[in-house]
């Protein structure tokens, strides 16, 4: 699916700032970036913060996806929360890491419970 490798490459464009000592737990790292978890929640708020939702993923593909970090988003702040309890406070833990990476100017919280060591 050529998508799917284009969406695969810009996410993995978002972690070239990450010094290549940051080590994470290869199971917590599946559960955010495999199966296409992660992109799904990128594709989300891009949608919602463009006038759509997430569940109609119609606005995304009408938008020129060529840059995951879109710069046509509106110049208002979202505020953003991630929360789980322990696998879940891992993931959310990441999620919250990686979502500021993609959207650096968010306000992004990350709410966790009993969360294990990540890295």
């Known amino acids: 699916d050529p ?3 284009n969406n695969d ?3 993995k464009n978002l972690f ?3 010094p290549d000592d940051v080590r994470v737990h290869r199971g917590f790292n599946n559960a955010v970036f495999q199966n296409d978890g992660f992109s799904t929640v990128l594709d989300c708020i891009i949608s919602t913060r463009i006038g759509g ?3 109609n ?3 995304i593909a009408k938008r020129d996806n ?3 970090l879109a710069t046509d988003l509106p110049s208002e702040n979202y505020q953003l929360y991630t929360t789980g309890h322990s696998l879940g406070a891992a993931d959310s833990m990441l999620l919250g890491a ?3 990476l993609a959207f650096p100017i968010e306000l992004i919280q ?3 419970f009993g969360c294990p060591k990540v890295g």
Do not use: P
Request: proline share 0%; aromatic share 0%; glycine share 0%.
């Open 3 to 5: 998508n799917r490798s």
């Open 9 to 11: 490459q810009k996410i």
């Open 16 to 18: 070239e700032s990450v």
């Open 53 to 55: 939702n997430c569940s």
């Open 57 to 59: 993923n119609s606005t």
């Open 66 to 68: 060529s840059n995951i």
């Open 98 to 100: 990686a979502l500021h």
């Open 110 to 112: 990350s709410i966790n």
